[in-house]
């Protein structure tokens, strides 16, 4: 792509405002579907309504031609999505066959090649942001959120030092973007594990000089 942003960006452009209603059902049908044949297990982190569902295949379009508008913004954008995708638990593995699956179909509805270069350059770019962000937001205290499991919870903050201790339950940052493990626990309904972060926090423990509370 090294020179050609410029080119890349009209092509894509020029191919989605050709879209007409018929074409975009079908592109969003097809991702789906030929995601599935990919990597069959995905349909279990699909299970949203068919509406749902055709309005992420909409915002994936639409991403892939903003990355090349507003690349810096597009990528807090995309690194926020990614420490949300944190907590659903969403393997990275499915990534490259989803990449793949769109890459396909675009290529059944066009011949521009740059146009098809375009969507799959931006499109590889998002979801390399997306594991990456994924990869380091994935600490033992958010996997262990994700179980809702008392002692998966303490188990996993056992090994913090005190100085970190409740850092680790209430922020975890990639880049400039953040998210609050303890704010997920409750917003997601992990509530045995909201529960033993507050007793956590709210902990006071001692060595043989100082008394520590919230550390």
């Known amino acids: 792509?090294?020179?050609?942003?410029?080119?890349?960006?009209?092509?894509?452009?020029?191919?989605?405002?050709?879209?007409?209603?018929?074409?975009?059902?079908?592109?969003?049908?097809?991702?789906?579907?030929?995601?599935?044949?990919?990597?069959?297990?995905?349909?279990?982190?699909?299970?949203?309504?068919?509406?749902?569902l055709y309005w992420i295949a909409d915002k994936i379009v639409e991403m892939t031609i903003e990355m090349y508008r507003e690349p810096r913004k597009m990528v807090e954008d995309i690194s926020a999505l990614g420490l949300r995708h944190v907590g659903y638990a969403i393997p990275t593995e499915f990534f490259a066959p989803f990449v793949s699956g769109a890459v396909e179909v675009v290529r059944t509805m066009t011949t521009d090649e740059n146009a098809e270069d375009a969507f799959r350059w931006s499109l590889t770019l998002i979801s390399k942001i997306l594991v990456r962000t994924i990869l380091e937001g994935s600490t033992i205290v958010m996997k262990a959120i994700?179980?809702?499991?008392?002692?998966?919870?303490?188990?996993?903050i056992s090994v913090s030092p005190r100085?970190?201790?409740?850092?680790?339950?209430?922020?975890?940052?990639?880049?400039?973007?953040?998210?609050?493990?303890?704010?997920?626990?409750?917003?997601?309904?992990?509530?045995?594990?909201?529960?033993?972060m507050i007793r956590d926090l709210l902990t006071i423990r001692a060595d043989r000089d100082n008394y520590y509370y919230g550390c």
Not at 31 to 48: I, N, S, T
Not at 146 to 156: D, W
Not at 170 to 187: E, H
């Open 1 to 52: 792509l090294m020179g050609k942003p410029a080119v890349q960006e009209k092509a894509l452009e020029r191919l989605i405002m050709s879209l007409t209603d018929d074409a975009v059902n079908y592109l969003r049908r097809e991702v789906y579907k030929r995601f599935f044949a990919l990597a069959p297990a995905g349909q279990d982190y699909f299970k949203q309504s068919t509406t749902r």
């Open 146 to 156: 994700n179980t809702n499991q008392e002692k998966a919870l303490v188990k996993a």
């Open 163 to 196: 100085g970190k201790r409740a850092l680790e339950l209430l922020n975890i940052t990639v880049g400039t973007q953040s998210i609050s493990p303890f704010y997920w626990s409750v917003d997601s309904g992990s509530l045995n594990c909201a529960r033993a």
